[in-house]
Structure formats: structure tokens, C-alpha cells
């Protein structure tokens, strides 16, 4: 996994990331709120650590933030702040996840392999969707009553997104924005061209359209 860790005390900055890159993830650090964001809009991250009282930008409206612009990665507070009125706080602007200073880096361990299973992040081998649906994650397969198809990088990303994303509508803009760093965004009919060949894959009965809102997979 690739991560943002957005902790302002530096000892325990590095101690995140040393604990994290032994477990094989990529982590870029940072000690301020507005840097956060600027690498968040510049790069493309499987998961964000905020703590919340960090200079320039506060860890909850940093999520807000990247909410208000359809931009919807996992995220996990780990924070000092510890009434209930924090926590709401923190769930309301969108995280996923809300571990209290101080904790131990076990708790952490096991709080991102829950949000991995979850949200089907770094997932490896064959996943089944349905009765009939299969994925390979490895080989970039759709397997539909037996039948294989192979997927494009760019196709399998989509897909990636729809399955991280069952049953939930998605626009063209979050589609672009949580998959593509900003100077790399296909154009809006690129990425339907790409639905579109999905849904002859799948049917089309299995990415549905949302009037005014986007697409849905319904597996």
C-alpha cells in the first residue's frame, strides 16, 4: 500500500513509518496539515493516517476538504482527542477509521487490514462477486459463467474502483480524481468508453446508470 502519514511529532513520525515500511507499505510523512494536501492532490495514495491537531490545516478539515472534491480515499485519525464529541467529529468528516493516543502499533496494524478487507484494497488473487462473477486480481481477469476476459491496465483500474465501490453510485469525477494524479486524468469520455466495455463484459445490466449522478455496480 501506498500511505500518507500526517503526524506533527516527529518521534512518533518516525517511529509510524519505520513500524509501517517493515510491513511492506510505501509512506510518504508529513508535519502539516496543508502539506498533506498539497502531496494528496499531486500523488495517488491507498491510505491516509491524520492526526488532527497538526499546523496549517486541522486533520478534520483536510478530509472535508478532499471530500468536498469527490476525492474518497481510506482514512484512519490517530489522534489525543478523546471525548465522543472528537469522534463524531472525526466520523463526520469522513473517516473511516479513529484510534486514540496513545496506542499500540498492533492496534494499527489490525485497524488497516480491517479497512483493506473492507474497502478490497491490495487485494491478491481470484475474488468472487457474484455467483457468476469472478476476478483475478493478479492476472486482470473477468471471468463471467465461465467465460474469461482480460482486462487493460486503465480498464482494470476502473474496475478496481467500481468493486472497491459495490453497490454505491460513483461520477465520472470521483472515478478520475481517486485513480489518475491530476496531470494524467483521462477525459470524461475516455473513462465511458472504458464503462462501456466493461458492461459488455459483465452486461449491462451490472453497471447501471444513475441519472445526474454516475454509474453503479451491482454485484
Known amino acids: 500500500m501506498k500511505i500518507l502519514l500526517l503526524e506533527d511529532d516527529t518521534l512518533l513520525n518516525e517511529i509510524i513509518i519505520e513500524y509501517l515500511e517493515e510491513l511492506d507499505n510505501e509512506v510518504i510523512s508529513t508535519f502539516d496539515g496543508q502539506e498533506a494536501l498539497e502531496s494528496i492532490y499531486e500523488d495517488r495514495f491507498d491510505l491516509l493516517i491524520l492526526d488532527v491537531n497538526v499546523p496549517s490545516l486541522n486533520g478534520f478539515e483536510l478530509?472535508?476538504?478532499?471530500?468536498?472534491n469527490s476525492i474518497d480515499i481510506p482514512t484512519i485519525y490517530i489522534t489525543s482527542l478523546?471525548?465522543?464529541?472528537?469522534?463524531e467529529d472525526g466520523f463526520q468528516a469522513g473517516a473511516d477509521d479513529y484510534i486514540k493516543k496513545p496506542f499500540h502499533l498492533s492496534e494499527l496494524k489490525l485497524r488497516i487490514n480491517n479497512i483493506k478487507r473492507l474497502r478490497q484494497i491490495d487485494v491478491s488473487g481470484v475474488v468472487k462477486l457474484s455467483e457468476e462473477v469472478f476476478y483475478d486480481n493478479d492476472e486482470k481477469i473477468i471471468k463471467v459463467n465461465g467465460i474469461s476476459s482480460y482486462l487493460s491496465k486503465t480498464e482494470a483500474k476502473v474496475f478496481e474502483y467500481f468493486i472497491?465501490?459495490?453497490?454505491?453510485?460513483?461520477?465520472?469525477?470521483?472515478?478520475?480524481?481517486?485513480?489518475?494524479?491530476?496531470?494524467?486524468?483521462p477525459t470524461a469520455t475516455t473513462i465511458r468508453t472504458y464503462i462501456k466495455n466493461l458492461r459488455k463484459i459483465l452486461g449491462k445490466d451490472k453497471i447501471t446508470t444513475i441519472k445526474g449522478v454516475g454509474y453503479k455496480l451491482n454485484l
Not at 478523546?82 to 469522534?87: F, G, P, V, Y
Not at 459495490?166 to 465520472?172: F, L, M, T, V, Y
Open 63 to 68: 478530509l472535508k476538504e478532499l471530500k468536498s
Open 164 to 185: 472497491k465501490n459495490k453497490n454505491k453510485s460513483i461520477s465520472i469525477d470521483e472515478i478520475s480524481l481517486n485513480n489518475w494524479i491530476y496531470d494524467e486524468v
Open 82 to 87: 478523546h471525548t465522543s464529541k472528537d469522534m
